[in-house]
């Protein structure tokens, strides 16, 4: 086991490109998007020196409470080999007595019924948090739709698609509904979009500086901005992400404006059509709430992913190490205070 150095960059993405468990969230690119962290790489390597394993690790300074180590959709490996997880685990507790850390978190998309992961990571001294089931509870969605392209033709993922997701495609270009692929400066339009779907919706948004250091570290091989126009005029757009054997469907705006002529349906159906031609093997839609309820506010969203017949996914949840039990405690419950405050006061607000 050690820690990524400079020499070891381009290896390190050859490895993540080409593993099954790639993820985005563990590249160095999109650490480099994460500003306000810092990083640090634990591998563990074969007998030959290559590497079989790792972990991408996030610090951060909480302020009162000292370090906090997050990694998002970590371990890349073999996830049943016992000597590879004990490894990185070996390799996070030197990152964290080297950061004097009081905590590792880490949500891995790992199903949560992998029983024979949960003995192993536990047997490791890992904790595991799997009780959440709304999107403020975890940093990363624990609920995801996720739609499996492997060896299927565009014409036989179409047809899968519910009835009424078919109709949608086919009315947004009936309609004159225009995809196009957007550039950095169409970020700005995009950004505009997104501003009206937040206050739309009740959520807050990304800045354009944060949009546009996504586009500069991912574009053009890892991200693409997909507009949709109509009479020339963007009304939606999507952020896709393409890593390794996979697509995620990561940021998405909407207009208040022609929503009737169903321009989702059609971006969504034009980067599913983008990712086959990759050879992804899957796309990932992202997050859904647990809650599944059509009384609850974000059952269009479950509705509409759920059309292109995606798979209803549940993954563990969050999986930590406490250092520093007691420190870590107490962030928890400052942490869930802030988040209960913070939704007040957006009710507040909304009630005024």
């Not at 020196?49 to 991408?56: A, T, Y």
């Not at 499996?148 to 047809?159: H, M, P, Q, V, Y």
């Not at 196009?180 to 009206?196: A, C, S, V």
């Amino acid at each position: 086991m050690r820690l990524l150095e400079e020499k070891d960059r381009d290896e390190y993405k050859k490895f993540l490109e080409t593993h099954d468990r790639c993820n985005f969230q563990q590249s160095l690119e999109w650490g480099n998007v994460k500003t306000s962290w810092k990083k640090e790489v634990i591998l563990s390597e074969d007998k030959d020196g290559k590497i079989r394993g790792s972990l991408c690790v996030w610090i951060r300074k909480i302020p009162i409470f000292g370090n906090l180590m997050y990694s998002a959709r970590g371990p890349v490996c073999d996830l049943y080999d016992e000597e590879i997880i004990k490894d990185l685990r070996e390799g996070a507790n030197l990152l964290a007595k080297k950061y004097k850390a009081f905590v590792l978190r880490v949500e891995p998309d790992i199903l949560k019924s992998d029983e024979e992961f949960r003995k192993i990571i536990t047997k490791n001294g890992f904790k595991i948090k799997d009780d959440s089931k709304d999107f403020k509870d975890e940093i990363q969605p624990r609920f995801v739709f996720r739609l499996n392209l492997k060896g299927k033709t565009e014409e036989e993922i179409f047809s899968e698609f519910h009835q009424k997701t078919r109709y949608n495609v086919r009315l947004a270009t009936k309609k004159g509904v225009v995809i196009k692929e957007g550039t950095r400066e169409d970020l700005k339009e995009f950004h505009k979009i997104m501003i009206e779907t937040g206050e739309r919706d009740n959520f807050i948004i990304r800045s354009l500086e944060y949009f546009e250091k996504m586009y500069d570290e991912m574009a053009p091989n890892h991200m693409k901005l997909l507009m949709a126009y109509y009479d020339d005029k963007p009304i939606s757009g999507i952020i896709p992400i393409m890593y390794g054997n996979k697509v995620w469907y990561l940021y998405g705006a909407s207009s208040n404006s022609h929503r009737n002529l169903m321009p989702n349906y059609l971006l969504q159906w034009t980067m599913i059509q983008e990712a086959i031609k990759m050879g992804a093997d899957m796309y990932d839609f992202r997050g859904v709430s647990g809650v599944v309820d059509e009384s609850h506010p974000q059952y269009g969203l479950y509705r509409f992913k759920k059309g292109f017949n995606a798979e209803f996914t549940e993954f563990i949840g969050e999986i930590y190490v406490p250092y520093k039990p007691l420190i870590y405690k107490l962030y928890k419950f400052s942490e869930k205070t802030f988040r209960s405050l913070r939704t007040l006061k957006k009710k507040l607000v909304k009630n005024k």
